[in-house]
């Protein structure tokens, strides 16, 4: 029987043989993927436990897509912390305001100590799956003798390889073109981020059992292998367990902008979000408006500020302006949402043909997924990387603008440009085709006998063994 496949029987009381508790970073893209991997897990009947401040966890689950049932959500509230709005017209695009949220995890470590000893009895063994930005809140675990943890990676297996090839200076003995023309690290992250990634980072290696990447050897495989050697991993094991986002979705509520799409021509709709990190000068959102317009392409626009630290909290968004008359002027080629979207959805309609994004990790693997070519436009942290990997990598897409131009303003022409790149040339239409492949791969890679499944198999087996 599957449901006690992974239970004993101990003392007449029944004892799993494996509990997973998962510690997920603060911010939307990273809740996202551990959720998604918790509901992945607990499908082999093995009990998952996702740990999160009180406003965080309650963030995770109201923006899931797709059913989270058997999940136990542990909330733990913190003092409170200053949560300010995005600023739109600071020269670096990384979310600096939601640094108070970042810092304010730490008041977890307390509570994951004690929820990870107050489980520790009732299994063989306790498997602690933690952001790698999360390290230090983990770091009692060591001290549980039945448990054990392995740190998440949330991006892509090519800026990871990257990141590690750098911090060993860069050995020429990795014969890797692309890595030559890497884009420059610069304007990616604030300096105080920097130093609170410096502070998890050298403690992960410490104490972990392994690596788990939301990644798919069918996407990523060169760069996978080539991560798991010795001069990059030591010998930490590295687990590419991705997609952790369904691959196939449909929701009893079905949003309103899926039944627009019902009316359009098979990819005829480009989809244009910046994801939850990003808010535009208004200078910017003009030109993107008038150029998405000057397409002449239908489109789907996403116009939302950043998320704030706690999303909860108050009710102030700034409400960018359109230019005058123009959304009547769109009406019937273009929508204009400024709330949440079903993305995974909107990716898999077949009137969607390309995806106008920032490429963070989530975006990129949400739209292989669904076979949705890119306009790649990276705002900061690894998305550069990721664009280059889109792009000059798999030829899925293309360039908005190059990231040595990120301070210039990106004008109405280069978008009308680049959306009629993807949208109606043959070079467009070359990665459209290519990434309508690559969904077929990726959704076959994570049903039954694929490379995906066969790899996550091979993981639960890992941290179930006696
Ligand atoms: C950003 O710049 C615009 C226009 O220059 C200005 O109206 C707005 O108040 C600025 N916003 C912030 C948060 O500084």
Not at 90 to 105: I, R, V, Y
Not at 247 to 270: F, G, M, Y
Request: with cysteine; net charge negative.
């Amino acid at each position: 029987m599957a449901s006690n496949l992974y239970e004993h029987q101990t003392n007449g009381r029944k004892k799993s043989q494996v509990v997973v508790v998962m510690v997920p970073f603060p911010a939307q893209g990273h809740l996202n993927q551990l959720l998604h991997l918790s509901r992945l897990i607990s499908a082999y009947n093995i009990p998952v436990h996702y740990v999160g401040t009180t406003t965080h966890s309650r963030q995770a689950k109201s923006r899931i897509q797709g059913s989270i049932t058997n999940i136990h959500f542990h909330e733990f509230p913190t003092p409170p912390f200053f949560t300010p709005s995005p600023n739109p017209n600071t020269s670096t695009k990384f979310p600096a305001h939601l640094q108070p949220s970042f810092e304010a995890s730490s008041h977890l470590r307390e509570p994951v100590a004690s929820l990870v000893h107050a489980l520790a009895p009732t299994a063989h063994k306790i498997v602690v799956i933690h952001d790698a930005f999360m390290s230090s809140i983990v770091q009692d675990v060591v001290t549980i003798s039945n448990a054990e943890s392995y740190s998440f990676q949330s991006g892509s297996a090519f800026n990871f390889l990257a990141f590690k090839w750098e911090s060993i200076g860069r050995p020429s003995s990795l014969k890797l073109e692309t890595l030559k023309n890497l884009p420059s690290m610069d304007g990616c992250f604030t300096q105080e981020f920097m130093e609170f990634a410096t502070c998890q980072i050298p403690l992960m290696d410490k104490f972990s059992s392994g690596t788990i990447h939301d990644v798919s050897k069918v996407i990523e495989g060169e760069y996978f292998d080539l991560l798991t050697k010795e001069e990059f991993s030591g010998n930490i094991k590295q687990w590419a367990l991705g997609p952790f986002n369904p691959v196939s979705i449909s929701d009893h509520k079905r949003h309103n902008c899926l039944n627009w799409l019902d009316k359009q021509d098979p990819n005829s709709v480009i989809y244009v979000s910046f994801g939850t990190t990003t808010s535009l000068t208004d200078e910017q959102i003009h030109e993107l408006a008038i150029g998405l317009e000057d397409s002449e392409q239908k489109f789907i626009w996403v116009l939302r500020e950043a998320d704030k630290g706690d999303i909860f909290e108050g009710n102030y968004a700034r409400r960018a302006e359109l230019p005058k008359g123009y959304e009547q002027r769109i009406q019937g080629k273009g929508i204009i949402l400024r709330d949440w979207v079903p993305q995974l959805e909107i990716l898999e309609h077949a009137s969607t043909g390309g995806f106008m994004s920032h490429c963070g990790w989530n975006s990129c693997m949400e739209s292989m997924s669904m076979g949705v070519a890119m306009a790649a436009w990276p705002m900061h942290s690894e998305q550069p990387r990721n664009a280059m990997l889109i792009t000059d990598v798999l030829k899925i897409g293309t360039l908005v603008r190059d990231w040595e131009r990120r301070d210039e303003l990106v004008t109405s022409l280069s978008v009308e440009k680049a959306v009629r790149r993807l949208m109606v040339s043959k070079e467009g239409g070359e990665m459209r085709k290519r990434a309508a492949e690559m969904g077929g791969t990726v959704r076959r890679s994570v049903a039954e006998g694929g490379v995906t499944r066969a790899e996550f198999d091979s993981f639960i087996s890992h941290i179930t063994r006696m």
